[in-house]
């Protein structure tokens, strides 16, 4: 009932990270590193008497797919693709190979820490973060005798068995993803409904918690189950509201009963496969704890999109849908949403 | 009495599909005045609000109360016209014009609340004489039920239809 769809996409244009294109500042944070790698990755392999490989860089992650949303803690997160021109066979070990850019990074900030999927650079200004940078090291997929790029995964003292090449690819994941949805309407509803989760995440899951569900698998969510949405789809009038609420309905009724052994009972959980290889589920981290905390919290999204839809009054229903997208949702005064009228004159009333 | 985020307001289709929509907050106060007692004596007022921009519907932001200078009986009410019109001119002036009068609600003592033949009177009276931005809402606040019906300069008034939640 109410139309909120001008609401939803000042929230959008508010909540929207650019490109590296659009936006200068944060392309320089990542030129900053890639120049730093420049200089350093010759020295340090030097040190250990091995050739440099050669290598380039791709954006990936939600700048790539554009699908990114400003942090509310001011922490940026910057993701960058190293592709090492070398096979998996030459480097077994890729802890090794990431050991070499760790190196390479090092004393650049005061942190910089080699972690389970990437090598990262952590930028603050007295204590506060203002941003970071992952560099995920890859074996670039000319390489390999079966075509396909690896992604280095494994830390420093890691078993044997948690330092892998893991079959990757951001590039094809992404348009694999987007490729869906080729209509360029369809496609603008579909990014900004991605944003509209992952601002919705950040108000409700407490900043760094581990029991917030991971940007991919909330993109992948919308990737398996959302359906564009117009109110008059010949002028190109979208209802994100719809959209969403339809989706997070769909995402509702998908958690499925699974065994799990901590808890050595059946628990409702959320699959969500990559739909490339490996193939795997990107929430099969999260605890049935987390689980069920990110049900409770997506029922309470439910409830609002359904009361929001359900309202006549704009104001109400932009009220409503603030509590659950916080403060960046706009609400509009009463007098922007009425029209104006003459004064009226009543008589006295008489009733029985 | 709690203030339910959850609780709906009371919307009602209008001819057309438009809706007519009573805030939950004014709703909070109407119940306040519901006759469920037998000593409890029948109040009405003013109701004031928006018309959307896009004319898609009509939303009661705020009523006024029984004041002084009104008369009220287990059934029977006397709305007074001064006090009530200040704070008409007052809400429209202080919204740019936007908070406008919407029409007029009193209580029933009865579950499913029906005009009196009182009621239709004074209704089709007012639609004549009254200045007002059509259409005005007449709203009847019973025991069980609330009802609204909408009417017309021309004479003609409505019975609306309230969405179920
Ligand atoms: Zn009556």
Redesign the interface.
């Known amino acids: 009932?109410?139309?909120v769809q001008m609401q939803f996409e000042q929230f959008n244009d508010t909540i929207r990270l650019g490109r590296f294109e659009e936006n200068a500042t944060l392309r320089e944070k990542r030129d900053i590193i890639r120049r730093k790698l420049k200089a350093n990755l010759p020295v340090v392999f030097k040190k250990y008497n091995e050739i440099c490989p050669e290598y380039y860089f791709l954006d990936q992650g939600s700048y790539e797919m554009d699908t990114g949303t400003k942090p509310l803690d001011g922490d940026y997160d910057i993701d960058q693709g190293l592709y090492f021109l070398v096979s998996i066979t030459e480097w077994p070990d890729p802890v090794k190979l990431k050991e070499r850019v760790f190196e390479a990074l090092d004393g650049h900030t005061n942190r910089v820490e080699l972690r389970r999927s990437c090598v990262t650079v952590f930028y603050s200004c007295n204590d506060e973060p203002l941003y970071h940078v992952d560099v995920a090291v890859y074996s670039e997929s000319s390489m390999n005798t079966d075509g396909k790029s690896y992604h280095a995964k494994g830390k420093q003292h890691s078993l044997p068995e948690n330092r892998y090449w893991e079959v990757s690819n951001p590039q094809q994941l992404s348009d694999t993803i987007f490729d869906k949805f080729p209509g360029a309407e369809d496609r603008k509803q579909f990014r900004r409904v991605i944003r509209y989760w992952k601002r919705w995440k950040v108000v409700n899951f407490t900043a760094g918690g581990a029991s917030a569900p991971n940007g991919i698998g909330l993109t992948l969510l919308t990737y398996y189950h959302f359906q564009p949405r117009y109110t008059d789809a010949f002028a190109n009038k979208h209802n994100d509201l719809r959209a969403m609420r339809e989706l997070v309905e769909v995402v509702l009724a998908s958690f499925q009963l699974v065994y799990d052994e901590d808890e050595k009972a059946y628990v409702e959980r959320l699959i969500v496969k990559l739909p490339i290889e490996p193939w795997n589920d990107v929430f099969d981290r999260m605890t049935a704890r987390q689980m069920r905390t990110l049900k409770d919290k997506m029922t309470v999204l439910k409830?609002a999109l359904v009361?929001a839809e359900?309202?006549?009054?704009?104001?109400?229903a932009c009220e409503?849908l603030q509590?659950v997208f916080g403060k960046d949702f706009p609400v509009p005064e009463?007098?922007e949403?009425?029209?104006?009228?003459?004064?009226?004159?009543?008589?006295?009333?008489?009733?029985? | 009495m709690s203030s339910d985020?959850?609780m709906?307001?009371y919307?009602f289709v209008r001819p057309g599909g438009f809706?007519?929509?009573i805030?939950?907050p004014v709703w909070l106060i109407m119940q306040r005045f519901q006759q469920s007692e037998m000593h409890m004596a029948?109040a009405?007022g003013?109701l004031l609000g928006?018309?959307?921009?896009?004319g898609?519907?009509i939303?009661v932001?705020d009523i006024t109360t029984p004041l002084s200078g009104d008369r009220r009986a287990r059934?029977?009410?006397?709305?007074?016209?001064r006090r009530?019109?200040a704070i008409?001119?007052e809400a429209?002036r202080t919204?740019?014009?936007?908070?406008?009068?919407l029409g007029?609600w009193?209580t029933h003592p009865e579950p499913i609340p029906t005009p009196?033949?009182?009621?239709w009177?004074?209704w089709q009276?007012?639609l004549i004489?009254?200045?007002?931005?059509e259409p005005i809402f007449f709203v009847i606040v019973g025991t069980k039920h609330t009802s609204a019906w909408e009417g017309r300069r021309d004479g003609g008034i409505v019975p609306l239809s309230l969405?179920q939640?």
């Open positions: 009932m109410a139309n409830d009361y359900g309202v006549a009054d704009t104001r109400a409503r509590m009463k007098q949403t009425a029209s104006v009228h003459p004064p009226a004159i009543t008589s006295s009333g008489n009733s029985a | 985020r959850s709906w307001p919307t809706h007519f929509e805030s939950v029948e009405g003013v928006r018309h959307l921009r896009d898609s519907a939303i932001d059934v029977r009410f006397f709305r007074a016209q009530h019109q008409i001119d429209w919204s740019n014009g936007t908070c406008t009068y007029e009193h009196s033949a009182v009621d009177t004074d009276r007012r004489s009254d200045q007002y931005s969405i939640r």
